[in-house]
Structure formats: C-alpha cells, structure tokens
C-alpha cells in the first residue's frame, strides 16, 4: 500500500498527464490512482495472483512490452525498431554462439530454464496520450514484466506515471535529465544511456578541444530547439554549459515541432552568424531547415546536430549529399571496434523492413531491450521487484552489448552513470567518429563548405 501511495504521490508531484505478438489475457492489477479502501485491503490477494502470473510466465515465456510507433509521422523510425528488437529477441531465443552479444551462446533465458523472450508490440504514435494508453494496457491485458521500446523525452515521462503506478520496470534510451535528477525520484525507471547533459558537455568540450588543437576559433553559439520536452531540455542544458565552457550564444530560438516554414527563424540565425548551431530537431523539421538552409543559400560554420532527427533514416535518406560535413552527438557509432556492433551491424540487414541500415537510435533501443533481459535472467524470475533489484545491481559485460559503453553503473535515481557518448561527423555518406579524439577515425572539418564548393 506504501507503494502505491507513493506513485500517486510522485505522478501529482511531476505533473504527468501494439499489436500484440502474443495471446492476450486478463489481469488483476489495479493502478495506485484507483485504490479505493476496499480494492486497498485486497492487496494481498492481488500481489498472490500477480506471482502466480509471473512463475506461470516463467515456465516458458517472458513477456517484454515494446511502444514504438507503428504508424504517424514516425512510422518509419518506429517500424524499423520494431524489426531492431525482434532481431535481439530472435538471437537471444536461438542458439547463436558465433555471436559475442550476451544471451546469444545459449537458447532462452538459462537462469530460468531456457524461457523464451516474448515481445509484445504497441503502437505509440509517437503521442504521450496514446502511449500512456498503451502501456497501461500491456501492463494489464498482456501481462507484460517489464517494458522497453522506442520513446521520445515527452512519451518516456507520461508513460513512466503508469509503470510506477504499476509497477513494472521501464527501460528507455531517451529521456530529459529531469527524469533522473533526484528531485521527483522514480522507483521503476531505468534511463540505460547517456542523458543529454552528458552529450551536450561533452559537445562543449568538443568545441574547447578544436580551439585548442586547431585553431578554429570557435566563440558564439545558436540554440535551434524544438518545443516539445525533447528540445526544451536540450535548450536548457546548451545554455548551462555554453557560459560554464565559455561561449557566448548569440540567438536563442524555440520553435513549433510542426512548423512547415522556418524562413524567418533562418534569417534570425544568418543575422546572428553564430560561429556553430546547435540544434535539437526531430527528423521532419531537421529536414526543413536544411533545406531553408540551401536555399537562403547559407552555411553556417558548423551545425551540431542533439542526435534526434539528426541519425534518423529519413532525414538521412531525404537529405543525402546536403548532410556532408553535419556534426551530431551520438550514443552510438558504425566504426566502432566492437564484435558484436559488428555482428549486429550485418545482422540487422535481414530484419529491416525498408533497407535501413543500423542507425544510432535503433541500436540504443535494443540495447534497453537487451539489458531488460540480462536483468530477467540474473533475477531468475519474472517477478517484477526482482527484475528492478536486478537492473539496480547488473553484472554485464558491456563489450558484449550492442553499444560498448565504459561501463553500467546504474545511480540511485535510474542514470546510467558510466554510459559515455561520442560525437560523429557525416564524410562521404555515413557519420564518422571525430569525438573523443582517441576514438576518432577522421580528423574533424571546419568549417563546412560552402554549399556551390562541394
């Protein structure tokens, strides 16, 4: 009951507002924010039906929810991470020893006598709303233990309302800092990469480092963000560490993730002549300022993208040529010496649906996917709690993960403490690491050409 008390405490604090791969079947779960005395002194008996679910779950499968979006303007990221995450759940169910990734040696999950991970699929829309509809139903329809999946900043903050309320353990790779900074303290969320206040450090530190190296001179900045929670973040973070290392912004600009023209707010940043843009940008107006970049035929001295639509195939794929020389941070990188980025790399081409290549944002979601299960398997048991405690405590050789991060140590408050990130610059076709130095494959252009020098 103090559980419980606590997620309505936590979602009034925060102000929060699929098609199923499996059969689905009823569930005796009821949400916090529903707890009345009668439904409260029959805790017990729920909590004994919800173990029953789970050790009868555990004879044979495990069910994983995955929310991406299936359909809507990201249907195509989604649907492509979807296939990202059936790849993982398909290496980790059959036997594949030539992979190095964990879980693949043997078939199923060993601590829980070979279970097969069972994904069960929702369409998030991309829309908070829809995805907190979702999720709720997978907790209590498709009797899901954990949860996983594709998220945005705004998606991953409603829906961790319902798996605290719920709780069932929730792994993203996106999420704002503020889900993770203490202050409204999540009991179930797990935030597995890097938050953006490390790829914007970082991204700063960047910048000091050409000054220092090359010479660039590099001393006003841009800040280009979109106002859902995703850039309102970003925007925040870039304007804390732009004075920490030193930088002086010279034009601020928010603006409507739906805008269809952003003439004016380019004219803005032309005036400005920021010496780098900083943008955080979903793939659809990424888009749309690049091309009212070319055609108010301006290049800035460098643009720096916040990952987002930056690594999404659409933008790369509509976009291809005019991305050269576009710097992003990034969780994740191709050239990485890593077995199984290798592996998986090659892997992935059987799964896509569309000839996408494995990108940055399909690979940290199914790394979320993949840690879920390292967890299910080191609890031995799909009794949630279990899964949470494990997930606090992981024992994973990172090399063996699709992204070798320098280590998981997972804080207090659900941070990924030991996840680094890289930053990546387009050259002839692809992202190449520039950032840290001693993981770089090129050595980093500035500024960009103009757009009739290419």
């Known amino acids: 009951m103090q559980k419980k008390f606590l997620a309505v405490t936590l979602a009034a604090a925060m102000g929060f507002s699929l098609a199923a791969c499996g059969s689905s079947t ?48 990201n249907a195509t990221y989604g649907l492509q991470v979807k296939a990202a995450g059936q790849m993982i759940c398909d290496v980790i169910n059959e036997e594949h020893p030539e992979i190095t990734m964990a879980l693949a040696e043997q078939a199923g999950l060993p601590n829980l006598n070979g279970a097969k991970i069972e994904l069960v699929f929702a369409d998030s829309k991309q829309d908070p709303t829809t995805a907190t509809s979702e999720a709720k139903r997978l907790i209590t329809e498709e009797n899901i233990v954990a949860l996983t999946g594709q998220f945005t900043s705004a998606v991953t903050k409603a829906v961790a309302v319902t798996t605290e309320t719920y709780g069932i353990p929730l792994l993203t790779a996106a999420s704002s800092p503020t889900l993770t900074d203490g202050e409204n ?29 090359k010479g660039t001179d590099l001393k006003t900045v841009a800040l280009v963000s979109e106002d859902t929670e995703f850039g309102a973040n970003i925007r925040i973070a870039e304007q804390t560490y732009a004075e920490q290392y030193g930088f002086e912004v010279v034009e601020d600009i928010s603006y409507s993730s739906s805008a269809t023209n952003v003439s004016s707010e380019v004219l803005r940043i ?54 050269e020389y576009i710097y992003t941070t990034a969780g994740w990188s191709t050239d990485l010496s890593n077995e199984a980025t290798k592996q998986l790399v090659e892997l992935y081409k059987e799964y896509t649906p569309d000839g996408a290549e494995l990108s940055e944002g399909h690979c940290k979601d199914m790394t979320s996917l993949l840690l879920s299960a390292i967890a299910i398997n080191q609890a031995g048991s799909t009794e949630p709690e279990a899964i949470r405690d494990a997930l606090r405590k992981l024992d994973v050789d990172t090399n063996m993960l699709p992204i070798p991060w320098n280590g998981y140590e997972m804080n207090e408050f659900g941070q990924n403490t030991a996840a680094n990130s890289f930053i990546v610059q387009m050259r002839d076709g692809a992202y190449q690491t520039v950032y840290p130095s001693e993981q770089a494959v090129i050595e980093p252009v500035v500024p960009m050409p103009a757009w009739d020098e290419r």
Do not use: C
Request: charged share 25%; aromatic share 10%.
């Open 185 to 213: 303290p999540l009991e179930w969320y797990f935030h597995t990469g890097p938050n953006d206040n490390t790829y914007i450090e970082d991204a700063f530190k960047f910048l000091k480092e050409l000054n220092e190296t």
């Open 270 to 323: 032309k005036t400005a002549n920021p010496d780098v843009i900083f943008m955080a940008s979903y793939s659809s107006d990424a888009i749309l300022y690049l091309k009212t970049f070319k055609e108010q035929n301006y290049t800035p001295k460098m643009l720096l993208g916040q990952r987002g639509g930056f690594v999404q195939t659409d933008f790369l794929d509509t976009m291809a040529g005019d991305t």
């Open 26 to 73: 009823g569930s005796n779960q009821t949400p916090a924010n529903d707890v009345t005395e009668e439904a409260a002194n029959e805790n017990t008996e729920e909590d004994g039906k919800t173990e029953e679910t789970s050790q009868e779950a555990s004879q044979d499968t495990v069910r994983i929810g995955f929310l991406t979006p299936m359909s809507g303007a």
